[in-house]
């Protein structure tokens, strides 16, 4: 996997995602993994530019102005690390990552984040759908439990494979933290 010209895409790494308002989890080493990925990005010196969800939805734990807004502790931006802000599912939509990412010179994204099924899956379709080649790593990502319309519910635990499984199909490199962490570049940023 070359990475010499990729940039690494931390998706809604929001404190209103643990409201008791949210359905469960599954995966309760998102932080841990995530800031594992971080920290070894930031060390190979390569680009990093955050998004963040501001929802437009009254109530909602991710609307600006509410504690849950914030970023997790530790995901934060760096001073030089851009904040891409969103409404939408995608983060290419109504924002200027593209042209942030062209000009850098990305040609490869790496993403991670929260929620598996709807605004990483839908930032990396779009992604793919731009002409990026795209790498999810499926452990730095969380999604909930969801309601199945017919009165059931389906485990987040399986809503997330199913996800990744169709990512992987057509959209992107499927990877863990380790594989990608072994495949970083020494040298930093190839610009």
Not at 36 to 58: I, K, N, Q, T, Y
Request: hydrophobic share 45%.
């Amino acid at each position: 996997m070359d990475l010499t010209r990729a940039a690494l895409l931390p998706i809604d790494m929001q404190q209103g995602f643990d409201a008791p308002s949210w359905p469960g989890r599954w995966n309760r080493l998102v932080d841990r993994e995530g800031l594992r990925l971080l920290a070894a990005w930031r060390a190979a010196r390569l680009p990093v530019v955050h998004v963040r969800h501001d929802s437009v939805e009254p109530g909602s734990t991710l609307r600006p102005g509410e504690p849950g807004n914030a970023l997790r502790p530790g995901f934060e931006p760096l001073p030089g690390e851009p904040l891409v802000t969103k409404s939408v599912n995608s983060a290419f939509i109504g924002t200027d990552l593209d042209l942030r990412l062209r000009r850098l010179g990305v040609d490869t994204v790496v993403a991670f984040g929260i929620t598996t099924d709807m605004c990483v899956s839908t930032t990396v379709r779009v992604g793919a759908n731009l002409g990026y080649r795209m790498v999810l790593v499926a452990d730095a990502c969380d999604c909930f439990d969801l309601p199945d319309g017919q009165g059931g519910t389906i485990p987040a635990r399986t809503v997330h494979a199913v996800h990744v499984a169709t990512l992987g199909f057509e959209f992107a490199t499927v990877t863990g933290v380790d594989g990608l962490l072994a495949a970083l570049p020494r040298t930093g940023w190839a610009a």
